[in-house]
């Protein structure tokens, strides 16, 4: 039974989820703006919103930056962590969340899947 299980499977076994997850925040972020399909960008909106609070925690203390770049890097590569801790944690110090936004896009003619945009606000 599918009684409380969260998140998307992706077609994938975990490790090969884990890795696609993290390529496509790297991506994100490094791009601000991907397109992909729609149940990918719907997965990892809750992701990049972990992540953008993690970054903005990290501009307190020396030792809650080291915490928190140490747990950024979990989820992004190193460029993208040094762009969230500088660019992102100042543009969004006003929000508390809702980072991103997703838009449907037409299904793509290859095989209909159905492709969003996921952009940050």
């Given at each position: 039974?599918k009684?409380?299980?969260?998140?998307r499977?992706?077609?994938?076994?975990?490790?090969?989820?884990?890795a696609l997850?993290?390529?496509?925040?790297?991506?994100?972020v490094?791009?601000?703006?991907?397109?992909?399909?729609?149940?990918?960008?719907?997965?990892?909106?809750?992701?990049?919103?972990q992540?953008?609070?993690?970054?903005?925690?990290a501009?307190?203390?020396?030792?809650?930056?080291?915490?928190m770049?140490?747990e950024i890097?979990?989820?992004?590569?190193?460029?993208a962590?040094k762009?969230l801790?500088?660019?992102?944690?100042?543009?969004?110090?006003?929000?508390k969340s809702?980072?991103?936004?997703?838009?449907?896009?037409?299904?793509?003619k290859?095989?209909?899947?159905?492709?969003?945009?996921?952009?940050?606000?």
């Open positions: 039974m009684h409380r299980h969260q998140g499977v992706l077609g994938r076994v975990r490790n090969q989820r884990n997850i993290k390529t496509l925040m790297g991506s994100l490094m791009h601000e703006r991907i397109m992909t399909t729609e149940a990918k960008a719907k997965e990892i909106k809750n992701y990049i919103d992540v953008v609070n993690k970054a903005k925690v501009r307190g203390t020396a030792e809650r930056r080291v915490a770049i140490r890097q979990k989820y992004v590569p190193m460029m962590t762009k801790l500088g660019d992102f944690s100042v543009r969004f110090e006003a929000r809702g980072y991103t936004r997703v838009t449907k896009l037409e299904q793509r290859s095989d209909g899947a159905k492709m969003a945009v996921i952009e940050f606000v």
